[in-house]
């Protein structure tokens, strides 16, 4: 088993850096209008011959009700009407991304995100999934990870009964706070005994995984109200939790600027809410998984974990990153193979595509041998805390020190201030480097100097 994470404030101080949260590498920031549907369309065809295994992931970007700290793509409306013509467009893309594809290839991980998933009526629902079925292999005996973004408000027993029958056998929880206070601050009113129905619903209907999403750094909040919304979230028993730093770009966020800044914690309150939500965590059982997640021992993130087995792609950790990711839907991400690409984030020229029968591809890029060499080295440590340099030595045909020779001396740093164990085989992060592997994964990044740090929240 993987030690307990230690808390280190002198660290967390000196290296708590703004920089990527590597859903992918290169990330998204690196993504160019050069790339476009052509290049999809080659990439679906390359995966079709070599018959891989698929994650679709679809995009609802409907809610009912603005929340202050979003940074999601969304549109506010409380017009349903709406999720019509999208909902057309998205089952004409469907069509124009399968028939690129085998109807051999199985759908291994499906996740519905928002935006607010349940925004669509129940029929909506069902015709959406009557779609992916329809044009894509969907297994039908449970034993997918098809998984769907819940907020309490917009969920009852029915709309749960409905998705378990629809074949999802995962849901993810927004929850950020329980405070009325922070609530009202951020404009998202959710009861306890909200959250708490879905949960028994969830748990009735034979769901196989429950996840709880929390912010912290949210205005009005304080160590001491966020360590009662983290009882109470314990209480519940999620099977993971994931613990998000709030990061405040206005200047990015149009919704964020309703936020007073002046409501918000400092610094030295953040850290004081993270370090003892690790140790509510920790003595409740949940495991450290990494990049802001827990989960219980059993769960198979963590199993994965123990196992080296464990990757990490825009949807998060997950135990599919041998999978194609298929994005469908406004502002979507696919990668396929070595090809990253993503559809448009402005609604109206992605409907407009589809209306013309084109794909809403806008940008993207494709993979550099040096690009894969990284990814690999980033995804071993930012998954496994652990890297052994045989591994990429023999999968790319690379002497490592040499190839990173330029790195040393900031890994070196790095092993000085107890972040990592360096030696001539391999990277250890240390117990009190895993809060802060981004700051590692970061070193490996040649693309960082080139960028705006302020377009990446902190590692705290």
Not at 134 to 157: M, Q, T, V
Not at 244 to 261: D, G, K, T, V
Not at 363 to 386: K, M, P, S
């Amino acid at each position: 088993m993987l030690d307990a994470i230690r808390w280190d404030t002198d660290l967390i101080r000196r290296y708590d850096l703004a920089g990527p949260r590597y859903t992918s590498y290169p990330t998204a920031v690196q993504f160019h209008s050069q790339v476009g549907s052509f290049d999809l369309l080659h990439a679906l065809r390359e995966s079709r011959k070599a018959q891989r295994p698929l994650s679709l992931y679809v995009h609802v970007p409907f809610c009912a009700n603005i929340c202050y700290y979003c940074a999601c793509n969304k549109v506010i409306t409380k017009d349903r009407g709406r999720a019509l013509p999208y909902l057309q467009r998205l089952e004409q893309e469907i069509q124009l991304v399968a028939c690129h594809l085998d109807p051999q290839q199985k759908v291994e991980q499906l996740h519905f995100g928002g935006g607010t998933p349940t925004f669509l009526s129940h029929d909506e629902l069902r015709q959406l999934m009557a779609q992916l079925r329809k044009h894509f292999n969907l297994l039908d005996d449970d034993s997918g990870d098809y998984g769907i973004e819940i907020d309490p408000r917009e969920a009852d027993w029915s709309t749960m009964g409905l998705l378990r029958e629809l074949g999802f056998n995962r849901v993810s929880i927004g929850l950020q706070d329980l405070d009325p206070a922070v609530q009202r601050a951020v404009n998202r009113l959710q009861s306890l005994e909200e959250t708490r129905a879905v949960i028994d619903a969830a748990r009735t209907l034979q769901f196989r995984s429950i996840n709880i999403d929390l912010i912290y750094g949210l205005p009005k909040q304080t160590a001491e109200n966020f360590a009662r919304t983290v009882e109470e979230v314990i209480s519940l028993q999620p099977d993971r939790l994931s613990v998000f730093n709030y990061a405040h770009l206005p200047e990015r966020f149009m919704p964020q600027r309703r936020i007073n800044s002046s409501d918000l914690p400092a610094p030295a309150e953040k850290l004081q809410m993270l370090q003892r939500t690790i140790e509510q965590l920790t003595a409740a059982g949940y495991r450290y998984i990494g990049m802001d997640h827990f989960a219980l021992p059993d769960d198979e993130l963590a199993i994965a974990q123990e196992e080296t087995t464990l990757q990490r792609n825009f949807q998060g950790y997950t135990t599919h990153g041998h999978c194609d990711l298929i994005g469908l839907g406004v502002s979507a991400i696919s990668q396929i193979g070595d090809l990253y690409c993503q559809n448009s984030s402005d609604l109206n020229e992605y409907q407009n595509a589809l209306a013309s029968s084109q794909l809403g591809t806008s940008r993207g890029l494709v993979c550099t041998q040096d690009d894969r060499i990284r990814r690999a080295v980033i995804q071993q440590l930012i998954c496994n805390f652990h890297l052994q340099f045989a591994t990429i030595e023999q999968q790319f045909n690379l002497d490592f020190r040499g190839y990173f020779g330029e790195l040393w001396p900031q890994l070196q740093a790095m092993a000085t201030d107890g972040l990592i164990e360096l030696d001539s085989e391999k990277i250890l992060v240390l117990p009190a480097g895993r809060l802060l592997v981004r700051s590692v994964c970061m070193v490996f990044d040649a693309y960082l100097e080139q960028q705006n740090r302020q377009r990446f929240s902190r590692v705290i």
